[in-house]
Nanobody, 127 residues
Framework: QVQLVETGGGLVQAGNSLRLSCAAS???????????MGWFRQAPGKEREFVAT????????NYLDSVQGRFTISRDRVKNTVYLQMNDLRVEDTAVYYC?????????????????WGQGTQVTVSS
């Protein structure tokens, strides 16, 4: 099994930055180094939405349009950890952020492609 644990969330003012981390553990944790990874978020009363994704080797990334240029996804395959650097945060970025491990090596924007999910970390941006 694989467990994903997100950390780094919190309360910040608009314009500031946060860095989320997602660490994998478990008996098969090392296997996800060969899988695409993604970050998703869910705001109150809204559906979960794609935020960012990265391929197995970091060679391909994709972002939600509204975070393009402000957020950066990266990974450390040795540490089995994925990061989401979030700069110039906006009130509308407020949500619970989830990381997920894909079923494939590619970067994917679809929730259906993801097999393992973390429990989420709250990000709150105040004005």
């Amino acid at each position: 099994q694989v467990q994903l644990v997100e950390t780094g969330g919190g309360l910040v003012q608009a314009g500031n930055s946060l860095r989320l981390s997602c660490a994998a553990s478990g008996s098969y944790a090392r296997t996800i180094s060969n899988n695409g990874m993604g970050w998703f978020r869910q705001a109150p009363g809204k559906e979960r939405e794609f935020v960012a994704t990265i391929s197995w080797n970091g060679g391909a990334t994709n972002y939600l349009d509204s975070v393009q240029g402000r957020f950066t996804i990266s990974r450390d395959r040795v540490k089995n950890t994925v990061y989401l650097q979030m700069n110039d945060l906006r009130v509308e970025d407020t949500a619970v952020y989830y990381c997920a491990a894909s079923r494939s090596a590619a970067a994917s924007t679809s929730t259906d492609m993801y097999r393992y999910w973390g429990q989420g970390t709250q990000v709150t941006v105040s004005s």
